[in-house]
Nanobody, 129 residues
Framework: QSQLMESGGGLVQPGGSLRLSCAGSGLILDTYAVAWFRQAPGKEREVVSCIPNGDASTYYRDSVKGRFTISRDKAKNTVYLQMNSLKPEDAAVYYC??????????????????????WGQGTQVTVSS
């Protein structure tokens, strides 16, 4: 059974940093496009960042560009989201999701939820002083 497990969330002051991890079990993340989504209370879930399984470019939503970095550790079968200069508006439950298949190399071009079939349970990020 394939699973994704997020970790690394918590409470941080504005301007602080967190690193979220998404560990794969039963699936080799290096062969999947992996995205981070987030959902704040009362808001729709939105994509934050996406890393493809090929040579295509990573994706970041405009509000996190220059502050967040997505990366892979193939040996650990883990995808990370390094979040710096956190703002109160970054507070949300963060989910990682994996999408595979023939067209997976295109999933990060304009990422939406549809192609991502495996989801983690989420990790809470709170940004508050």
């Amino acid at each position: 059974q394939s699973q994704l497990m997020e970790s690394g969330g918590g409470l941080v002051q504005p301007g602080g940093s967190l690193r979220l991890s998404c560990a794969g079990s039963g699936l080799i993340l290096d062969t999947y496009a992996v995205a981070w989504f987030r959902q704040a209370p009362g808001k729709e879930r939105e994509v934050v960042s996406c890393i493809p399984n090929g040579d295509a470019s990573t994706y970041y939503r405009d509000s996190v560009k220059g502050r967040f970095t997505i990366s892979r550790d193939k040996a650990k079968n883990t995808v990370y989201l390094q979040m710096n200069s956190l703002k109160p508006e970054d507070a949300a439950v963060y989910y990682c999701a994996a999408g595979g298949g023939f067209y997976a190399t295109t999933y990060c071009e304009r990422p939406t939820e549809g192609p991502f079939h495996s989801w983690g349970q989420g990790t809470q990020v709170t940004v508050s002083s």
